[in-house]
């Protein structure tokens, strides 16, 4: 991993925020490729923070802004 990659969340964090990054792509119908093209991410990045391999927080944003999509955090 580099060294921007986010160290501090469990895998069920990056899992979970894998998967949204994940049906965020998937609603719109676009394929790792043309998100990959389009972002300038590799596609390699992309696929592993889908995963929930690790998420490095400049492709995070990317993807966010994207999608046009923000994160918020919450405690419960």
């Known amino acids: 991993m580099s ?8 895998k069920e964090t990056l899992r979970e925020i894998g998967y949204e ?3 965020l792509r998937k609603q719109r119908g676009m394929y790792l490729k043309s998100v990959s093209v389009q972002t300038k991410l590799p596609e390699r990045v992309i ?3 889908e995963i929930g ?3 490095q ?3 995070f944003r ?3 802004e994207f999608y046009g999509k923000k994160m918020r955090i919450s405690f419960e």
Do not use: H, P, Q, V
């Not at 060294?3 to 469990?10: A, T, V």
């Open 62 to 64: 990317r993807l966010t």
């Open 21 to 23: 990054l994940w049906k």
């Open 3 to 10: 060294n921007k990659s986010c160290c501090f969340m469990d």
């Open 53 to 55: 391999k690790f998420i």
């Open 57 to 59: 927080y400049t492709a």
């Open 47 to 49: 696929e592993g923070m």
